[in-house]
């Protein structure tokens, strides 16, 4: 049985959520602004309180709406911005943004996990950026004789 995609554990959306607020276009198979996605104003529900935002992808074989729903207003948009980097990197292989793999968008990690386990990776992190930001270490030239 084959696992179930990223996109269809999204909620799907016909109404958007607000005017448009931000939008990003990426190259796909070297064509420049082939794929580009969407992120709208994030509506308040008043039944529940909850905030609710919405993001749309276009580009592939058919565009594509999701609804995204959050505590607050920032909540949302920010589970928004998740999804859509983490569908765009289950889908998008040959997929760049300007010229690079990295699509720009946030990596979050779920805040279920123990204080202990975000410690760990924000330490991981700036171990790594640490190294990345040293010059190259110079090789040594052995004196001969």
């Given at each position: 049985?084959?696992?179930?995609?990223?996109?269809?554990?999204?909620?799907?959306?016909?109404?958007a959520?607000?005017?448009?607020?931000?939008?990003?276009?990426?190259?796909?198979?070297?064509?420049?602004?082939?794929?580009?996605?969407?992120?709208?104003?994030?509506?308040?529900?008043?039944?529940?309180?909850?905030?609710?935002?919405?993001?749309?992808?276009?580009?592939?074989?058919?565009?594509?709406?999701?609804?995204?729903?959050?505590?607050?207003?920032?909540?949302?948009?920010?589970?928004?911005?998740?999804?859509?980097?983490?569908?765009?990197?289950?889908?998008?292989?040959?997929?760049?943004?300007?010229?690079?793999?990295?699509?720009?968008?946030?990596?979050?990690?779920?805040?279920?996990?123990?204080?202990?386990?975000?410690?760990?990776?924000e330490?991981?992190?700036?171990r790594?950026?640490?190294?990345?930001?040293?010059?190259?270490?110079?090789?040594?030239?052995?004196?001969?004789?």
């Amino acid at each position: 049985m084959a696992s179930e995609s990223f996109a269809d554990r999204l909620e799907r959306s016909k109404k958007a959520s607000g005017p448009i607020v931000a939008e990003r276009m990426f190259e796909l198979g070297g064509r420049p602004r082939a794929v580009r996605v969407r992120f709208r104003k994030p509506r308040r529900d008043p039944k529940t309180g909850n905030h609710w935002c919405t993001f749309d992808v276009s580009g592939w074989e058919k565009a594509l709406s999701f609804k995204v729903w959050g505590v607050d207003s920032l909540q949302a948009l920010q589970l928004a911005m998740r999804a859509a980097g983490e569908l765009l990197r289950e889908k998008g292989h040959e997929m760049t943004w300007c010229g690079d793999q990295d699509l720009g968008f946030p990596r979050t990690y779920p805040s279920f996990l123990p204080s202990s386990a975000h410690s760990r990776i924000e330490r991981m992190i700036d171990r790594e950026i640490t190294k990345a930001e040293r010059p190259p270490r110079r090789k040594r030239l052995s004196k001969v004789g």
